[in-house]
Structure formats: structure tokens, C-alpha cells
């Protein structure tokens, strides 16, 4: 017995189920229908109560196909012309100017799809156009996002956790922007690089991320360095992966190399750097003018440079082994970057002998205090252009971080190792 015959034997018996007057009657009927079908008793019960055997189901009209593809490629072709209007504005411009425009030579059309043209309804237009204007959309949006060529990926490497952090000289680099709580307009950009085996730190601060700005930086960085440079490696943004860093790497015969996209894991002692020695030290402000710029600079290119490489320590992870659950790490003695740059063979005696002498005419109490001097003074230019109205004004964000920090706190001052979000915790 198939569905449609016990539907209908269910159809019958539904009409004597209504009208038995006791409980013992239907459940004579539901034990016969279940007999007979093998259907379950909790399923058949709900059936029979709530199933309308008499609504039948509608049938769909074969609609002619009035506006066929010829009529849809002049009214896409007409769409265009006149900046891609919605049906209803879309309408009156049908009445009036194809006829016109058939004159002018824009188009070809024949007398049938003219008129066919003259009489089609707003909602049509929009049903016949939904498609293209989905792919209008996704343009523009991909249009935004300045995407690396297909060519140049292909070109450049992958690489994920194979590296030796024995060899000198390969810079894990990657952007961290100033935006504040708004990407729009132009803002600075800290271009920040580590090298992998010692961990010396640069970074470089930059307007925006044009592509040229950044190449200029990442020579910067590298004419800082007291070692050779012997390749890249960058996540996937276009202002690392392009014609002029990709060149610039074949002529000076330096390896280039890549993450994957959307994994941050693949450049983990960058993004590590970019909170311990950015964040940590500049916040979350938006910062976007020139005067803010070379204060960045002027940090980055002389006492926090020198202290992080030369004061702070880094481990290096020698191995890691899971035991059940968990993983147990094991780390070698904590080191600066200064320290295995000179335990280092591939380092020249001149170079090595050079940066003792720059090691033993540095203070690091009087870094510490140059360090927060600057950073209260890039504070107090970051309120000043915010009071002029300089930045961009969150009037109505009531919960900014600024607004969170107790009257009378010196957010940079004698605070190197913490975030603004640690004062705004203090201040909640």
C-alpha cells in the first residue's frame, strides 16, 4: 500500500473518527487503520486531527514567457546607460527615450521589443535585473579591497611553520594600523618587523598604505638592522605583496614568502610583537596627522629600539611535547635580541664590537624615562588635534576609552607595559 491509497483510506476513515461519540469507538477505528498500515499510533492520531484531505493543491499557471532574452539584454544595456535606476524610475525613461535612443544609433531593437519595452512593469525590471545587480554589488565590494594578483600568489610561496630559527637574517613584517574606531580617511599605519632566530625588533611608521610609503619603511628598517637581510615573509595585504617588493627581492636575491589567508598562526612571532611592542606603547588611538607621525618615528627609530632590543629579554621556544591533554613547552634561557645577535657566527667581529660600544654608552633607566616623555607628548598632541576637531568625532560613542580613564591618570606616563584598555578596567 502506497502513501497516496493510505491517504486516502485515512480520508475515509477520518469522517466515522469525527462522529464516533466515545473514546473506545475511535480507538477501535485508529487500531484498524494501524493494522492495516502499519503506521505508528502517535503519528496516525496527529494525521487524522490536523490533516485537510479536502484542500487541494494549487497548480502553477504556465506563464508565457513574454519578455524573452532579447528584451532582457536591451533593458540590461539600457540600465546601464542611464546609471543603473530601480524599476519604478527606470519606467518613465522606457517611455520616453528608447525611441530616442534607437535614433541616436545607442541601440538596436526591433518594433516588437520596443514595444515591449514601452509596457514593462517596474516589478518585472526589477525580477529581470535582480541577478546583474547582485553582481554590481559584489563588484563594488571587491572594487574596495585592493586584492594582490592572482599572478604575483602564485609566484610567492607559501609558508606555514617551517622555520629554522637557527639561520640569521629572515624578517617576519606585517601593518599595524592607528585607526582608532573608524578605517575611514587617511591614518598611520606602524609597520612592524622581527627577526625570527634573534628577535631584533624594528618597525617603521608610515601615512596610509600605499605600497611605495611601505617599501620606504621596510628599507628603513632594514638599514637599521646589524646584520644581513636574507628574505621576507608577510601575510597576504597588498601592500606587502606587489611588483615592487617582489622585484626588489629578485634583484638583491632574497627570499619572499607568504601565509595563508585568514591565518594569523602562519606569522606568529610577528603578531606577537605587534601587541607587546605596539599596542602596549601607542594604544588604540586614531592617530592621522604629521606632527603624531614623526613623534612615532622619532620613538621607533631611537629609545624604543634600543630598549627592546638591547633590555628586554625573549625565550625561544626549543620544543614541545603533548601529554594527554595538555602540551608541555620548553623554553631556552631567556636572552635579548642584543645577546644572540652576539652569540651569533654569522655576525661580523667589526659589527659585533660596534654594538658593544652602542651597549655600554646606553642607560636604561634614561631610555625608560625618554620612552614616556614621548609618549606623554603624543598624547597631549592626540588631545589637542581631537579638541580642534581635527579627528573624526565619536560624539555619540559614550563608552570611548578616554571617557573611562580617571581624572588625573597619566595614561603613558611610567606605564610602558600596559594598554589603555588596562586603565579603562581601573577606571570601570
Avoid at 490536523?50 to 539584454?73: A, C, E, G, T
Avoid at 518594433?111 to 559584489?138: A, G, Q
Wanted: hydrophobic content about 30%; aromatic content about 10%; some cysteine.
Amino acid at each position: 500500500m502506497d502513501m497516496h491509497t493510505k491517504n486516502q483510506y485515512l480520508q475515509v476513515l477520518q469522517d466515522r473518527y469525527f462522529m464516533a461519540k466515545t473514546k473506545k469507538e475511535k480507538s477501535s477505528i485508529l487500531d484498524e487503520y494501524c493494522r492495516n498500515t502499519g503506521q505508528k499510533r502517535k503519528y496516525v492520531v496527529r494525521k487524522i486531527n490536523h490533516y485537510n484531505f479536502s484542500l487541494k493543491k494549487k497548480r502553477k499557471r504556465n506563464k508565457s514567457n513574454i519578455y524573452n532574452l532579447d528584451v532582457v539584454i536591451q533593458l540590461i544595456k539600457l540600465w546601464e546607460i542611464f546609471d543603473y535606476p530601480c524599476g519604478q524610475r527606470l519606467v518613465p525613461l522606457l517611455k520616453s527615450e528608447v525611441e530616442r535612443l534607437r535614433d541616436l544609433k545607442e541601440i538596436s531593437v526591433s518594433d516588437e521589443v520596443l514595444e515591449k519595452l514601452k509596457k514593462i512593469s517596474p516589478d518585472t525590471i526589477n525580477r529581470k535585473l535582480r541577478k546583474k545587480k547582485e553582481e554590481l554589488i559584489l563588484f563594488l565590494q571587491n572594487k574596495k579591497r585592493i586584492k594582490p594578483s592572482s599572478v604575483l600568489l602564485r609566484k610567492i610561496p607559501i609558508k606555514v611553520c617551517d622555520w629554522n630559527i637557527l639561520k640569521l637574517g629572515y624578517i617576519a613584517m606585517d601593518l599595524v594600523i592607528h585607526c582608532g574606531y573608524s578605517s575611514s580617511g587617511l591614518y598611520i599605519c606602524s609597520l612592524n618587523t622581527v627577526e625570527i632566530s634573534t628577535g631584533w625588533w624594528e618597525a617603521e611608521a608610515i601615512m596610509g598604505k600605499r605600497q611605495v610609503s611601505t617599501f620606504e619603511a621596510l628599507k628603513n628598517t632594514h638599514s637599521r638592522r646589524p646584520f644581513k637581510t636574507k628574505g621576507y615573509h608577510s601575510d597576504n595585504d597588498a601592500s606587502f605583496i606587489n611588483d615592487i617588493l617582489f622585484r626588489y627581492c629578485q634583484e638583491n636575491e632574497l627570499e619572499f614568502s607568504r601565509s595563508r589567508p585568514n591565518k594569523k598562526n602562519d606569522n606568529p612571532y610577528v603578531e606577537q610583537k605587534n601587541y607587546t611592542h605596539v599596542r602596549k606603547i601607542l594604544g588604540y588611538f586614531r592617530y592621522d596627522t604629521e606632527e603624531e607621525l614623526e613623534i612615532i618615528n622619532s620613538l621607533y627609530r631611537n629609545e624604543l629600539r634600543l630598549y627592546r632590543n638591547f633590555f628586554c629579554p625573549v625565550m625561544k621556544l626549543i620544543k614541545k611535547e603533548r601529554i594527554g591533554s595538555k602540551i608541555k613547552k620548553e623554553y631556552d634561557n631567556p636572552k635579548t635580541p642584543y645577546q644572540r645577535v652576539m652569540e651569533s657566527s654569522e655576525v661580523s667581529q667589526k659589527t659585533k664590537k660596534e654594538l658593544k660600544k652602542i651597549y655600554l654608552g646606553l642607560n636604561p633607566a634614561e631610555l625608560k624615562r625618554k620612552i614616556d616623555q614621548k609618549l606623554n607628548k603624543l598624547y597631549e598632541v592626540y588631545q589637542r588635534s581631537k579638541n580642534e576637531g581635527k579627528k573624526l568625532d565619536f560624539s555619540n560613542f559614550s563608552d570611548t576609552i578616554e571617557q573611562k580613564v580617571p581624572p588625573g591618570l597619566e595614561i603613558f606616563e611610567n606605564r610602558l607595559h600596559q594598554t589603555l584598555v588596562d586603565a579603562r578596567s581601573q577606571g570601570g
